[in-house]
């Protein structure tokens, strides 16, 4: 994941039990569920972690101006709504201070973003 100073850490996902199990090693290791979010095409996850994109929890679409209002720049919350469109599930958490943590708990639970993408580590 790439290394940056916003407090805001994004890790996509292509499978939900994958992120599921990133949501609960983060809450475990202290990170506050109202700070978590866990985002797809269906809906937000149960169980008591809070949707940070208000709008989104209630209706299907773009979140780029949601991801902006966070501190994401345009080109990079229109490059999240397509991994969204595509069917990817991506947690986002306000890591204040502990971004390294995050990224790294995100990154052990199979978390990629759109600086690492899979298909753009290694190219031929």
């Known amino acids: 994941m790439a290394t940056t100073q916003r407090s805001l850490i ?18 475990q290791e202290g990170f506050n569920s109202d700070l978590l979010s866990l985002t797809h095409q269906q809906g937000g996850r149960a169980g008591g972690v809070k949707n940070l994109f208000s709008k989104h929890s209630e209706q299907q679409g773009s979140i ?43 990154e052990s639970n199979g978390a990629y973003d759109i600086h690492t993408h899979p298909e753009t580590k290694n190219p031929s």
């Open 10 to 27: 994004v890790g996509i996902f292509t499978d939900s039990v994958q992120a599921d199990l990133a949501i609960d090693q983060l809450q």
């Open 64 to 106: 780029v101006d949601e991801l902006k209002s966070l501190g994401i720049a345009e080109e990079e919350a229109r490059s999240y709504q397509n991994e969204l469109d595509a069917g990817r599930v991506f947690i986002t958490v306000q890591a204040d201070g502990r971004q390294q943590e995050a990224r790294e708990i995100l």
